[in-house]
């Protein structure tokens, strides 16, 4: 592999990179330091993976030396997806009447989703699994890719509305053009949890597979694809001019969502203080995780020894043992 594709499986805080060869696929998966939600470093590797990618194609005028046909992102985080928005943030910067702050955190959000529904403006095909809980900002991050595969154990749900806000970083956008306003509406409106069942039967995520199944689906839906990548190419491009997201849409909702955010009372944020308890229940420090979800992954695959690195040093025998050791300092913005 060439020296520009091996920066892009470089060595990053929050987010684990991986690629496979068979499906010509980039595997992007999340492994938040405190909590399993969105921090402010995840959402900047994140962006930064997007960026790199996106470099990677241009440096051979769209023809890399290396093949990239899918971007496919999944949680290293056991039954859990994404907890959606960092709300110790949130909680701090609405209190502190710092508008900007809350439109920075949420303009990182826009960019990585709106880049995942257009699949970066490249030929790729962006994939979300899903093998657990997604509430908040992990249901819309999951929805913004093009494909969305979820285990039959998965819940996903926009919890906002119990403390008097809505979900701003492309809800709306995504489900109005998904399942339409009346059904979009209800699902944000009724805070309510739903099965992935539910949600497939709705027309939200495009399919639903057994537990413990979702990563051979997502392959076994990556190599039908690919036999007929040209006119899936061309399908989904026709899709997205009939449903064009505006970028400016979602900059705009996003507004409405800060300027609602500072409007939230004393009693509001109680209850948003209440979901953080339940996100710092799951903080990674209280978790029984031994290394990653990433590791077994390879474990399954019987890599062959030797093989190069992302760094290009060459690998002789396995090297994994122990605890998870990273880093359980707070990040802040």
């Known amino acids: 592999m060439d020296k520009e594709f091996h920066h892009l499986m470089r060595d990053r805080g929050e987010i684990s990179v991986r690629y496979d060869p068979k499906t010509e696929a980039i595997w992007s998966y999340t492994k ?73 955190y949420a303009k990182v959000c826009i960019d990585i989703v709106y880049f995942n529904a257009v699949n970066l403006d490249l030929p790729i095909t962006t994939i979300s699994l899903v093998e657990g809980t997604a509430l908040g900002g992990g249901f819309e991050g999951a929805i913004s890719y093009n494909t969305c595969i979820a285990e039959e154990q998965s819940k996903m749900g926009m919890p906002e509305i119990r403390f008097n806000l809505i979900p701003g970083m492309g809800a709306y956008s995504f489900l109005a053009r998904s399942v339409g306003v009346k059904t979009a509406e209800e699902i944000i409106g009724s805070g309510k949890m739903y099965s992935a069942k539910e949600l497939y039967n709705m027309g939200v995520i495009t399919q639903v597979v057994k537990q413990g ?27 997205q001019r009939y449903q064009q997201l505006d970028y400016d849409e979602l900059i705009d909702i996003t507004k409405i969502w800060v300027e609602a955010a ?72």
Request: a positive charge.
């Open 32 to 104: 938040p330091n405190i909590r399993p939600c969105y921090s402010v470093d995840l959402l900047k590797e994140f962006r930064g993976l997007q960026r790199d990618i996106i470099d990677y194609f241009k440096c051979y005028e769209m023809r890399p030396k290396t093949p990239i046909k899918y971007l496919v992102n999944a949680s290293q985080t056991p039954e859990i997806y994404n907890y959606g928005g960092d709300l110790n943030l949130f909680s701090e910067l609405i209190k502190n009447r710092n508008s900007e702050k809350l439109f920075e």
């Open 213 to 239: 199944e979702g990563e051979e689906a997502v392959n076994q839906f990556m190599k039908r694809n690919s036999r007929l990548f040209n006119g899936m190419q061309a399908l989904k491009a026709a899709r």
């Open 262 to 333: 500072l409007r939230l009372t004393k009693k509001d944020l109680k209850m948003m203080q209440k979901l953080i308890g339940a996100q710092n229940k799951k903080s990674i420090s209280n978790m029984n995780i031994v290394r990653t979800k990433q590791d077994r992954r390879f474990e399954k695959s019987k890599m062959a020894f030797p093989f190069s690195d992302a760094k290009g040093r060459v690998i002789s025998f396995e090297r994994r043992s122990g605890r998870d050791l990273r880093s359980k300092e707070e990040v802040t913005i």
